[in-house]
């Protein structure tokens, strides 16, 4: 029944019918408090499938999928025409449409360093290549980068980023309209006096402006456009004619509109991929505004449309509301859209799921106060894993998968490299999954070595595989590994031209020696006095150090669990879906850290004494660490997320 509820009122959404000053507008560092916030998400549209098109040269008019092994990872728009989804076989793509071009995605092979399109890949054999996807997308964000030169941009996975066009659009506003720039001397407040009423916005190829009130208004239905056409050709304008609500945060998002559309040109133009983007005044609500309309499209989501565009929506299309916690407020509170649970007051909220539940709370009413940050290259780590269908039962079967995935990274690191060519992996990780539920891993220093090669790596990794796994002639018991990742960690910037190899033999001894002089020829160079006395790393903000997240590039590419330092367990959000790449999964995975920190400290208050199944304060960094489950925090809202 209705518990709990009181009536839903407009002011829920009060946060965002703010009233703009001269304060705001001249203030350089509001954050996300900031009323004249613009926040853009850009999406590739079939990103994969655009890839392979663009290498191939083909006609984009033509359907095209992207096939790993049996399964279809990408479809392009053409293809979805005919029906064609990601959940099917190829067989049945190929029976619904004939004519269907299919690639199967870039394998690699023992023996060879680079990923290659072969004829018959095999899983048995051959791993999964992403890197040509990967150096496209970086492609795009440079070209972000180049154009939105003041914009602060997030890479949020290998086909989005967040764009923050607060500043530009700020910058562009003052330009436009200089006599905002003084405060007027009648004015009754001095800088907290609001704004003048703004200009009227002409909308007509800004993109799609979401209506504020959908069922006054007729909307385009037509959803595909297609990528030949000029990117905003056939994009829609105003639809609102409600110009007496206009705001300065309107006039923001079109400013902030016009610059998404000459960027998504542009990209275009250069690299032949059509985007979808969505401007809103936060991320959370970017992302939703970005899959209005796709594909080769943009969604403009007013203030003003806030309310009606999210109460309607079945809550649970929410990603983060996606899982079990969705199912939960349905169940609880028998109700299936946002508008329904905006009714449930916060004390509500927090008595039945917690006091993070404010943040879901919030979340419903539009308000997300995460920032747009971009994630330095530096102390990122870099993982290749191969889940095997058929298990190594023998040691000896290792290296095969060493050598396979030692080759991933090397070409990885070496690409990053071309861009920092200082970095250096501090950390060789092997990871090796016994059965379903166990795991073990083992970790070495990494040697700083100028040349890193597929043999270096493969080296360093089958050390690990020989400590952590055996050989033939030494392992009694049976093995049964269906998994096998290997990564570096904490990448860290070895500064290369201020330094002499004797720095970076007092940090840190290399493993090898001669791997290590290769780089004192380029080192020597510009020698100076402070040379032995400085650290050879560039010191980095803390915020950066996240060596204890796994980032997947493989397969999932957001972070959804983290390596507990206290107890070395990886603690895992199991509700979001697996390619879900938006801050939110981000911000429930800080929920759910600091709730796993709270078990401790509540562990440690009850004076438990430590025993082997206990959570231990340190993991030495070289001892193989057999994760169990972690103890469950049955507390609050991480109740939702499964641990694992
Ligand atoms: P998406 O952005 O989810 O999808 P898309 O770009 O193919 O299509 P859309 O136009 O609807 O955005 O994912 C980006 C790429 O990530 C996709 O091209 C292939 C890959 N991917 C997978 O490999 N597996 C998955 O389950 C998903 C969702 C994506
Ligand atoms: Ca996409
Ligand atoms: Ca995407």
Redesign the pocket.
Known sequence: MWKGKSKAIISDFEDIHRIITYRHLLSQNLGVKDPLRVVALC?????????EQVRLGLDPALPLV?Q?WDSL?????PARKYGIT?MEKISEAKRKCPELVVVHVATYKEGEAEPSYWENPDTLTHKVS?DH?RRESMKIIQMFKDGLPTAEIEKA????AFIDFTRPVRDEILKRYPYLAQVPPDAPNGLDSPLPPPPPICWDNLGTVIPAHPNEEQLDGSSTTEPQEDVGASETGAVDGDDSSTTWHDVALSVAAEFMMNVRHEVYAKLGYTL?AGIARNKFLAKLTA?YK??NNQSVLRDVAIPNYLTPMPFQKIRFLGGKLGKALAQEYDVSTVGDLLTISLDEMQRKFGENSIWVYEILRGIDRSEVKEKSAVNKSMLASKNLLHPVTKPSQGHHWIRVLAAELALRLNEARENIPALWPKTIVLHVRHGYDSSRSKQAAFPFTRNVTVDVIAAAGDKLWKELVGTDSSRSTPISITSVQLSFTGIELAETGQRNIEGFLKARPPVSGDQSSAAAGSTKRKRDEREFSEPPFVQLAAEDVREDVKVSET?A?VETSFVCKRCGKRVALSDV???A?DAIARDMLAALRMEHEDFHFAQELAGQSEDVSAPRKIRPSDTPVTKRKVPKVKEGIARFFTQR
Request: proline share 3%; with cysteine; glycine share 0%.
């Open positions: 999406d590739s549209d079939a990103f994969y499938a655009a890839c992207v790993q990872i990408a479809v392009n728009y990601r992403l996807y996975s290998i086909d989005e979808s899959s796709k594909p397969s590419r879906d697996a390619s790449e």
